[in-house]
């Protein structure tokens, strides 16, 4: 690797012991622990072909390159920047023959897939609707985390005209738009099946959901056991370490 390709606003992050790496802007949107959690417990089978929608610097892709056996990959991401530095990060892990980044608009990809294209499905969408919270004033982490660009409900729209039947989508969305997430999941056809709550601590709220549904699946949730970030001690819980180790 040419250490050129990286600039002085830029910082490289490595993975699973130097496995994957990762450019991303000093400033600006990062990719959070969420992205992590989420492309590692993803459960993608194997020939699958699998979109992300909202790909940012590429990380969900990336990660679920090198840890499952998935066919294909797209990474679909609305910013211009962030699309090429995802398309820069591909060509950095050698994957450009197993994911490709798409620079649209989630709305626009009616016109780019037949319906049913994909089996699976991932997104870390932006879950604050506009006029809540404070916008950050970076264009990057604002449309990350707003609904300015894109709302759930376009989203899950999207969503459900991609997967085909019985296909799935794996999301991470805060616990106090639960009921937001399961209402328009099952307002496209997506049957919720599976939930896991993330706490940061075991004595304290969760913060995050993991909830992974299914189109035209039956009506049954399980509720898997919770996911514990940190430790007593303000470490990585066991759970972690294994997330962030490579698998075998």
Known sequence: MNIDYISSDETLDTMFQGRLKVIQKKRGYRFSLDAVILGRLAPVSAGDRVIDLGTGCGIIPLILAVTTSAKEIVGVELQEELAELAIRNVKLNGLTEKITIVKEDLKNLYSFYPAGSF???????????????????????????????????????????????????????????????????????????????????????????LVEGMKGGGEELKVKEPLVIYDHEGEYTLALQEIYALPL
Not at 122 to 147: D, M, W, Y
Not at 180 to 197: A, H, V
């Open 119 to 209: 089996d699976f499905i991932v997104s870390n969408p932006p879950f604050r609707k506009q006029q809540t919270g404070r916008i950050s004033p970076q264009e990057q982490k604002s449309l990350a985390r707003h609904e300015i660009a894109v709302s759930l409900a376009e989203m899950l729209k999207v969503a459900s005209y991609l997967l085909r039947t019985q296909g799935k989508i794996f999301l991470i969305y805060p616990a106090f738009r639960l009921v937001d997430l399961f209402y328009e999941m099952r307002k496209e056809g997506i049957e919720p099946k599976t939930l896991q709550c993330v706490h940061s601590r075991v004595d304290t709220p969760a913060k995050m959901v």
